[in-house]
């Protein structure tokens, strides 16, 4: 398998400009999970899915983001507008959940850059 | 209070010194304890989980958990260049799917 896919690996947009962050999780995962990462904060969850549906969007920091899972293989983080201050690393993870839930395979991130 | 603290570094020992790595927390209801790696520019890797308090060894890491405490730590015995990397401590209450970690603490480790 070859692991979880994110794309773009690396994102320099404008404020104000939208950005979607895309994932695709290892094949019969159940569970997916979108996060940020920034020296200041360490490595926050934004929100997570089982079987395509939210479950927890509390770390949703704000309405100019939104995720959506629509298919099992494909996930999308968008920011809209998006602002300096959501520059950060962004991380997509899935497991399997029941047995192992503990365990999330992570992905190689997306950089965003919101200059 | 933070769920979560770990002492962010950053560390830097010799090849061969014996790690140790820590975290403290505060909600009670944590009940799975992990230790992810991150390489440089990479996601992190879950590297050992423990489940409730005790010992777990694999290798030359070890994974302690004092619940009492309510305080985790990670040793890496023989430490290896290779074992340059950041590594975050993971909590999960039972039942739960969420992971929540600490902000890390990036090790280097000196030929």
């Known amino acids: 398998d070859a692991g979880v896919i994110q794309s773009p690996r690396h994102e320099v947009t404008e404020m104000g400009q939208e950005v979607t962050l895309r994932c695709k999780p290892i094949s019969g995962h159940d569970y997916l999970f979108w996060y940020r990462q920034t020296m200041m904060r360490g490595l926050e969850l934004l929100i997570y899915f089982n079987n395509n549906v939210p479950i927890d969007d509390s770390g949703m920091p704000e309405d100019r983001f939104s995720a959506k899972m629509p298919n099992a293989s494909f996930s999308t983080l968008k920011i809209q507008p998006s602002e300096p201050r959501d520059s950060a690393v962004y991380f997509c993870?899935?497991?399997?959940?029941?047995?192992?839930?503990?365990?999330?395979?992570f992905g190689p991130g997306t950089r965003l850059t919101v200059t | 209070q933070k769920e979560v603290e770990q002492d962010p570094g950053p560390l830097s020992v010799p090849e061969g010194a014996i790690v140790s790595l820590n975290c403290t927390y505060s909600?009670?209801?944590?009940?799975?304890f992990m230790w992810y790696r991150q390489y440089s520019r990479k996601g992190p890797e879950l590297l050992m989980y423990?489940?409730?308090?005790g010992n777990k060894e694999d290798g030359r890491f070890t994974a302690q958990v004092d619940k009492s405490s309510k305080y985790i730590s990670l040793f890496i015995r023989d430490s290896q260049p290779s074992d340059s990397a950041t590594y975050l401590c993971a909590l999960q209450q039972g039942g739960s799917e969420k992971l929540v970690f600490g902000k890390g603490t990036k090790l280097t480790v000196n030929p």
């Open positions: 909600n009670s209801a944590f009940q799975y």
């Open positions: 423990t489940y409730s308090s």
């Open positions: 993870a899935s497991s399997r959940g029941a047995g192992r839930r503990y365990e999330q395979y």
